[in-house]
């Protein structure tokens, strides 16, 4: 100790001390998984670590590779469902003592059978299965039908008459619908006959390549006003963004069309290419919060990056110069990637384990573990029409599939997270109002923080302002 103060003190000047590294601590925090198939997957996880740790955990535990596709969210404030940040740490995410997370499916690819492991169809079977009997994604009686003979027919097989009964009440343990009728189960028993020979893979490719020609397939809602005030909703999917108001699909804006999307304060702006006979023209949409326009402009640049772009595009670090506005970007790989990727590895084939059951699923809960039955819309046969007609979800709970997490039982008398994590750290949002960010927002009209440029084949972030904007400012 005496040497280090005379080597402090050495020459008459004084130097500062620099402080000892920051030990982390050790100390592990139980979080629980809500699983596709209704069932939980229990971790201990250091309470500094990542998003990324807790998913690829979850990723080795279902033997998936196409990992990308899938995601973990979490209950915000209001019910709002959030994404996990797989590059910030999960402590910083995650408000509340109560780590409870639910895995879901994040991208919805266009086309299913492009995917190349089964057990990613059948996690996906599983999402759609869910987003059928919670009302996000609603269909026609008869596609009811179609969907519910294939998903028996990959739980159990083929139609059996003596040990299924001459009629449908071996059906008595799925659930299909919103509110399932005797007529429903009568058709599904029927068409189930007629898939005599299938595979669970073959059924469940099928029951894929009907859902995705659902009209709010992949469709990730978001609850907006326009400049008239009145409520519509944002959609953001694989193609652009879908403009919806009463259940009616009034717009559309395909990726190749949008030049620049952003965000400012509550405001989210939709820049559109310039067509024949019309200039460039930026669109402005109003959100709740703050918070809610930061959501969308996330959902819109991972969906970009995801569907569009050949790679992501590399988050700039050791700059000179420190950058203040949001430093968010897409970091897994790009549905190209993952093809290209997994078209040249040879894995054995992961056995999927179906539970033939009935209901495999994640079925809806209350704070209590009691299934919730969700109402039926009276007008759901029309919601079929890929066209025009969106379905009817709710407002808060867009985004990430509106599912209920729910504590199933303790496990050694702790509780996911019941230690509250350390806050010392800024998280982007404080970050964000320390410097002015929340009413001052780049690529907004007239202003410099967070924005996305879309381009063919590439994703800008903060580019030089167009004559338009500095006419405006």
């Known amino acids: 100790d005496n040497d280090r103060k005379n080597s402090l ?87 509340s003592g109560t780590w409870v997370f639910e895995f879901a499916v994040k991208f919805y690819p266009p086309e299913p059978s492009h995917l190349s492991e089964d057990v990613t169809r059948y996690q996906l079977c599983l999402q759609i299965r869910a987003d059928i009997y919670n009302g996000k994604l609603p269909c026609s009686f008869m596609t009811h039908a179609i969907l519910g ?68 397939y992949g469709v990730d809602l978001h609850k907006a006003k326009d400049s008239e005030n009145r409520v519509i909703m944002l959609g953001v999917c694989a193609s652009g963004l879908q403009l919806y108001r009463e259940k009616l699909r009034i717009n559309r804006f395909v990726w190749p069309k949008i030049i620049k999307l952003t965000y400012k304060r509550n405001n989210f702006y939709i820049k559109l290419r310039q067509t024949e006979g019309d200039q460039e023209t930026t669109i402005c949409f109003k959100l709740d919060s703050h918070k809610l326009a930061k959501r969308l402009w996330k959902t819109c640049v991972e969906h970009h990056t995801f569907f569009r772009l050949k790679e992501p595009e590399k988050n700039s670090t050791g700059t000179l110069i420190p950058r203040f506005n949001s430093r968010f970007r897409y970091s897994g790989r790009t549905q190209k990637q993952i093809r290209e990727q997994e078209d040249l590895m040879d894995r054995p084939k992961v056995k999927v384990e179906r539970r033939g059951l009935g209901n495999s699923f994640r ?111």
């Open 363 to 473: 079925m809806p809960r209350d704070a209590e573990g009691h299934i919730i039955r969700p109402v039926a819309d009276a007008g759901a046969d029309s919601y079929d029409r890929t066209d025009k007609l969106a379905g009817h979800t709710d407002t808060m709970s867009s985004g990430p599939p509106p599912y209920s997490s729910m504590d199933r039982g303790d496990k050694h008398n702790r509780r996911p997270g019941e230690t509250e994590p350390d806050r010392g750290d800024m998280t982007e949002d404080r970050r964000d109002k320390m410097l002015g960010n929340h009413d001052k927002t780049e690529g907004a009209p007239g202003e410099g923080g967070d924005a996305a440029l879309l381009e063919e084949g590439g994703a800008l972030h903060g580019a030089k302002k167009s004559k338009e904007d500095k006419e405006r400012e």
């Open 9 to 95: 003190h050495q020459g008459g000047q004084e130097t500062s001390v620099l402080k000892p590294t920051q030990q982390k601590s050790n100390k592990m925090v139980l979080c629980r998984v809500l699983l596709l198939d209704g069932n939980d997957f229990e971790t201990d996880i250091n309470r500094n670590a990542e998003g990324r740790e807790l998913f690829d955990e979850v990723c080795k535990k279902l033997c998936i590779n196409e990992k990308e596709y899938f995601g973990l969210t979490y209950t915000g404030a209001q019910d709002v469902k959030y994404w996990v940040n797989h590059d910030k740490k999960i402590a910083k995410q995650v408000k």
């Open 149 to 216: 003979s294939y998903t028996v027919q990959a739980e159990i097989g083929d139609y059996d008459p003596q040990e299924d009964g001459p009629g449908d009440d071996y059906l008595k343990a799925f659930d299909f619908a919103p509110q399932q009728t005797p007529e429903l189960s009568q058709k599904i028993h029927e068409l189930h006959k007629t898939h005599k020979g299938q595979t669970p893979e073959e059924a469940e490719l099928n029951f894929l390549e009907n859902a995705k020609k659902l009209a709010m």
